[in-house]
Structure formats: C-alpha cells, structure tokens
C-alpha cells in the first residue's frame, strides 16, 4: 500500500501537485481533486488578485522548464472560500488540501495567514507558507536572507496556532544548509519543510531564433525538471537530516516511479510532482503510482515506511 499519514492526516498515496501547476483555477483546481492523487495544493496567493507577468512566461525545456509567472492568482479569498466550501465536499474523494501563500511583504503574509487559521483549526488545510518565490522584479527570496526568513516565521507564528509548512528554495553549500535548519529548528510550529522551488534565475536559449523561451526578466527564470534532481535530492536529505522533528516534502525532477523512489528513499514523506504534471497531465498521477508500485514489488517492499529515510551512503 502507498498510503501514509502525514501531520495526524491520512493521505492515499504520497503524491500531489507542486504549488503552481494546474491548481490556479476553479477547474484546475476541480481536476486535481478528481485525479488520483493523494492530495493537492492551490497556488500561491496573495491578498489581492494578480494579472502576473507578460506571456510567454512558462516553457518546456529541454530538461525539464523555465518559469517566470509573477504570481498570478486568484487572490486569497478565491482559494480560501474554494477550500471551504468545496473541500472537502462529497462528490470528491476525501483528500487534504494544502494552501500555499505567498504575500509581497511581512504584513501581507502574516495577515492571509490569520485569516486562514480557523479554516486550519477546522481540519480543512495545511499551509505551506511560500519562502521562495523567485520571479517578481524587486522582491528577494526570503529563504535566501536568513534575517528575513527569521522575522517571517516569528510574525507568521505567533498569529496562527496550528502546524504548517514552508516551501525552501534550493540552497548549494553547507553552510547554507546548516544555518536556515537553524532558523526553522527555532519554530515548533513548522512541522514540515518543501523542498525545493525551483532553482532560481536560470537562463534557457533556443539555439535556432538565438532567443530566450520565455518573455519576463529577459528571459530569466526559475527552472524545474530532471535539471534539478540532484539538487532537490540534496535539499531533501540536508533539511531531514537536519531537522528531525520535522517532516519534509520533496519536490523536483520527479518524472516517473524512480525520481518519486529516490526522494522518499532521501527522506521524502509526501512527493510533488510541478514540469511533468504541467506537461502530461494529471494521468500521470496513474502513471507515476503504478510505476512505483512496480519497483517497490521488485525490491519487496510493502509500504513506503520499508524505505522512507533509509538512503545509504558509502
Ligand atoms: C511564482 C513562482 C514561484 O516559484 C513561486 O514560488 C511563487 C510564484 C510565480 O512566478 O508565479
């Protein structure tokens, strides 16, 4: 069985969207819940809706994707009354619904994030709060200023009294690592870490038109797909094993049974899948469960607990 119990919830299976894909409209929204996946996530809101950035501001890559949204949404009282009142509703099955925020300032965060704790006291979300988002002009990630990080989560806290997430952007040295684990280890409350966001400002180039994919930030943007496995599998790894009284959630590069396999296998509880989803669809959520299912069997493994964690190193 791939079921699994996250933050007390039952869950059917580890997978789910990756905040972002498919999951900004009512019928994407709609789609996902219907899909076979164990749970989903709506994208990152703010308070106010959002038009986002000009378009083109996705593409497919050669590798996997390159993004530059700009954080259109519905706003938070769109993605608020849709978890309310058609999650969890009876013609879905009954799975958990996660509420990703993303305010362009303290204030707006903490403030969708008080307005979003009755409904987290009722049962009805998770919040995983968006420390990483890299594509609107003029604003830093949060996750890459630990200051900043420090005072998000202090402010975030102490108005909202349930368990909740936050969603790390990808970091490359140690001590990187060492010193936002340190920042999270001070907050009982974040009871789990996503990792990753896409790796941030990337460049992809089309070698015919001599041009870039996408249109905002000439061309730069957050990249997501198999280039950026090894990395998600590090953030996995260094945030589980740094963090032990939390629970991770991996993301990135999962294209099939494997990549979901290896991110488990690095400490994964719950998996999100973002450029395939965007690219195939949400069948495959079919897909990517039988194809674990398979290779679980291969190794006689029957539940995800046989190898969750269990990574051996040389
Ligand atoms: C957007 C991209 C992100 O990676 C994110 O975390 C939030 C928003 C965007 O461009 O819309």
Redesign the pocket.
Known sequence: SLATTFLGVNFANPFMNA??VMCQTENELTSLAQSSSGSLITK?CTSAFRE??PEPRYSKAPLGSI??????NLGFDFYFNYAKNTFPSVNVSNKPIFFSI?GLSLEESTSMAQSLCPLATEGQVILEL?L?????PGKPQIGYDMEDMDRYLNAVSSVYSMPFGV?MPPYFDFAHFDSAAAVLNKYDKVAFVTCI??VGNGLVIDIDSEQTLIRPKAGFG?IGGSYVLPTALANVNAFYTRCPGKKIIGCGGVTSGSEAFMHILAGASLVQIGTQLQEEGVGVFDRILSELRTLMEKKGYTTLSDFHGKLKTL
Not at 67 to 72: E, I, T, V, Y
Not at 132 to 136: D, G, I, R, T
């Open positions: 905040a972002g990152s986002g950035n993004n530059s949204m700009g954080l259109p993303s968006n990483s988002c890299p594509n609107v969603k966001n896409s957050g």
